[in-house]
C-alpha cells in the first residue's frame, strides 16, 4: 500500500494537475485542476478511484479554470487556495478571455486554506504550507510521511516563480523559500506547476535564486 501519483499537464501552459490516491482505499484528490475536466475525470475513472476533493495552491487560471467543469459534473469539495487569492477567482472571467482560455466563471472554494491545515488523501496527511510571493495567497502541499511537495508555482526546477503578475513579491517568495522549503528534507521530491520534478536538496544546490 502506498501513496500514488500520476502527473497530468493541463492547458496551453502545460500546468501539472495531479491525480493523488491511496492504493488501499481508492480515494484521491485532484490537484490544480486549471483545464481538461475530461482529461482528468477519464483518468478517474479509468484507474477506478473514489474522487473525494480538489486541492488548489493559488487562484491562476492554469491551475483553477477546470474547476467549475468538474464540480458542475460531480459534487465535491475544493480546498484552497488561501484566501489572499480571492482577487484572482473573482476576476476569472477577464483573465480567461483575455488568455484565450475557455471563459471560466468565477468561484468561491468550499473552504480557504491557511499555514498548519492538514488534507487527507486516504490515509496520507498533507500539511499545508502558505507560501506567499507568487501570488498572496499561494499555499503548497507537504506529506512528511512520503518526502511529497506539491508546490504548484512557487519552486521549479532550478528557478522561482514570477512574481511580476498583480500581487507579486519576490521578497516575500525567497524568504517563504528559505525559512519553511529549504528546511524541509534534502530527499524531498518536488512537484512544481510546470516542467519536470526536483528535491529539496537539488535546489539549495543548483537554484541560483536561493543563494
Ligand atoms: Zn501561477
Ligand atoms: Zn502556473
Known amino acids: 500500500m502506498a501513496l500514488q501519483m500520476k502527473i497530468i499537464p493541463v492547458t496551453a501552459f502545460l500546468q501539472n494537475a495531479a491525480l493523488l490516491w491511496d492504493d488501499e482505499s481508492h480515494e484521491a484528490v485532484l490537484t490544480d485542476t486549471g483545464g481538461e475536466a475530461k482529461l482528468l475525470l477519464a483518468e478517474v475513472d479509468r484507474l477506478q478511484l473514489k474522487l473525494q476533493a480538489i486541492w488548489l495552491t493559488h487562484g491562476h487560471l492554469d491551475h483553477v479554470s477546470g474547476v467549475n467543469d468538474i464540480t458542475d459534473q460531480i459534487k465535491l469539495p475544493v480546498f484552497g487556495p488561501h484566501q489572499n487569492d480571492n482577487y484572482w477567482l473573482e476576476a476569472l472571467p477577464e ?93 524531498t521530491r518536488i512537484l512544481p506547476g510546470h516542467g519536470a520534478m526536483t528535491t529539496i536538496g537539488h535546489e539549495k544546490q543548483y537554484n541560483l535564486f536561493l543563494r
Do not use: M
Request: aromatic content about 10%.
Open 95 to 187: 483573465v480567461t478571455a483575455n488568455y484565450g482560455f475557455p471563459i471560466s466563471q468565477p468561484f468561491t472554494p468550499s473552504r480557504w486554506l491557511q499555514e498548519g491545515d492538514e488534507l487527507k488523501v486516504g490515509q496520507y496527511l498533507f500539511k499545508v504550507l502558505h507560501i506567499p510571493g507568487h501570488t498572496p495567497g499561494h499555499v503548497v502541499f507537504y506529506n512528511q510521511e512520503n518526502k511529497l511537495l506539491i508546490a504548484g508555482d512557487v519552486l521549479f526546477r532550478e528557478t522561482v516563480g514570477r512574481t511580476d503578475l498583480p500581487g507579486g513579491n519576490h521578497t516575500d517568495l525567497i524568504q517563504n523559500i528559505q525559512h519553511k522549503l529549504l528546511t524541509l528534507p534534502d530527499d
